[in-house]
């Protein structure tokens, strides 16, 4: 004997509402991040803070601003560009907006080694990075090693 409860077809508004729910819980986190990526200007905002720490010191762990890791440089443009993202490289490269190499933008975030390091891509095929100790904050063109060792690229939003 079936118990359960005879329908009209129509359904009440909390069941419209959860069913919303329930289906919004079920899209691709990638559908809804595609959503709400930033825009061109927050990337070129994120850039140009990136810039202006060029020559400032790599020192591991510090997140500025008169010294900076990889990803505390990328997470302080951001921040900049008024964007809030994770702390480590390895956490920014789980973002969930991937972006392919040929739809690279200002901004987006490059991502070496499977998370090991993160840069930020500044257009025409450039990068500024904080690398490591005794290498300043600096610029420069993504060679063939980099593009050899690039895992993926997101972009923050």
């Not at 691709?28 to 709400?36: I, K, V």
């Not at 720490?53 to 443009?77: F, H, K, M, N």
């Not at 994770?86 to 499977?114: C, M, W």
Request: net charge negative; charged share 20%.
């Amino acid at each position: 004997m079936d118990h359960r409860p005879k329908s009209s077809g129509a359904r009440s508004a909390p069941a419209r509402l959860l069913c919303a729910v329930l289906l919004a819980l079920a899209l691709p986190l990638s559908a809804t991040a595609a959503a709400h990526a930033s825009t061109p200007e927050q990337g070129e905002a994120a850039v140009a803070y990136a810039r202006q720490q060029i020559g400032e010191p790599y020192v591991w762990g510090a997140t500025g601003p008169d010294s900076w890791d990889a990803p505390g440089l990328t997470q302080g443009a951001w921040r900049e560009a008024g964007t809030e993202i994770p702390r480590t490289s390895y956490e920014q490269a789980a973002l969930p907006h991937k972006v392919q190499r040929d739809d690279l933008r200002p901004g987006d975030i490059l991502v070496f080694y499977n998370g090991g390091h993160v840069s930020l891509y500044t257009g025409e095929g450039r990068m500024v990075h904080a690398y490591r100790t005794g290498w300043p904050v600096e610029e420069m063109q993504l060679n063939e090693y980099w593009w050899a060792n690039l895992t993926s690229a997101v972009r923050p939003g």
